[in-house]
């Protein structure tokens, strides 16, 4: 079974940066697109970033130029640093894959930006 832990979470002030990260167990990780997902209570879950076995990234339109998807393959870790934080981006925060979530979905890291 496959486990995802999220990390890294906070509060911090409008226009401050926060760097999360997730740690993968089992094989998967080196094979697969990873992905920053985020959700607010009572919506949908949104891809934020994602990035593949080759280091190639996207990301939504909301944190382009903002936000830095990258992957640790060695320590099976992916990251999301987050810059120019707004109050917008507060959210609970999650990794799988993408664009099918094979893994179970772990307890996310809450991200929370005051204005």
């Known amino acids: 079974q496959v486990q995802l832990v999220e990390s890294g979470g906070g509060l911090v002030q409008a226009g401050g940066s926060l760097r999360l990260s997730c740690a993968a167990s089992?094989?998967?990780?080196?094979?697969?697109?990873m992905g920053w997902y985020r959700q607010a209570p009572g919506k949908q879950r949104q891809m934020v970033a994602i990035?593949?076995?080759?280091?190639?990234?996207n990301y939504a339109e909301s944190v382009k130029g903002r936000f830095t998807i990258s992957r640790d393959n060695a320590k099976s870790t992916v990251y999301l640093q987050m810059n120019s934080l707004k109050s917008e981006d507060t959210d609970v925060y999650y990794c799988?894959?993408?664009?099918?979530?094979?893994?179970?979905w772990g307890q996310g890291t809450q991200v929370t930006v005051s204005s």
């Open positions: 990035i593949n076995s080759g280091g190639g990234t």
């Open positions: 799988n894959t993408f664009p099918v979530a094979v893994a179970q």
């Open positions: 089992g094989s998967i990780f080196n094979l697969y697109t």
